[in-house]
């Protein structure tokens, strides 16, 4: 019965990834994550851009230079052997536009619950989801493509665990 649920799961994600595929237009989901973080996080650099995509630093320089042939990301003055990336305005308009389809398209398929199995759900979601975070690196990469605007540090169960995992290692 536990891999029948599992298999399940693997459906839904599948569904998600399906759906959520179509906001990301034309962008690969790594140059979309590359956008999405530097939306949120302006200031980045290809370094940090390549861990949290998770692609390596010359797939990174390729996904830069493309997004910059697009006018959707300017290379900062380089500091020190660093350049900071930003969005232009074209940029953050693909983001919005982007993060606008991607949660219509999953508030849909939520919207097959009823208001109460749907707080059930979520609150098994946040379970999960706090469940399975390692690590603050491992939350950066996970919520690559959220909209970090309506999850806060507060009330997002990977931020949060990140946050308690960091506090632990601290203490010890």
Do not use: W, Y
């Amino acid at each position: 019965m536990q891999l029948l649920d599992a298999n399940k799961l693997g459906a839904l994600g599948a569904m998600i990834r399906d759906r959520t595929g179509a906001s990301l237009r034309e962008l690969s989901p790594s140059a979309a994550a590359v956008l999405s973080m530097l939306h949120f996080k302006p200031g980045l650099t290809t370094t940090e851009l390549a861990e949290v995509v998770g692609v390596s630093q010359p797939t990174a320089v390729r996904l830069i230079d493309g997004l910059e042939r697009q006018a959707l990301i300017v290379r900062g003055n380089p500091e020190g052997r660093v350049t900071p990336l930003t969005l232009t305005v074209a940029g953050h308009a693909q983001v919005r536009e982007m993060q606008a389809l991607r949660l219509a398209a999953l508030d849909e398929l939520l919207s097959a619950l009823r208001p109460d199995k749907r707080r059930s759900f979520v609150s098994m979601l946040d379970e999960i989801l706090a469940g399975a975070t390692t690590s603050r690196a491992f939350a950066r990469t996970t919520c690559r493509l959220c909209e970090h605007d309506l999850c806060g540090h507060e009330i997002c169960p990977i931020g949060c665990r990140a946050a308690e995992i960091e506090r632990e290692e601290s203490e010890r």
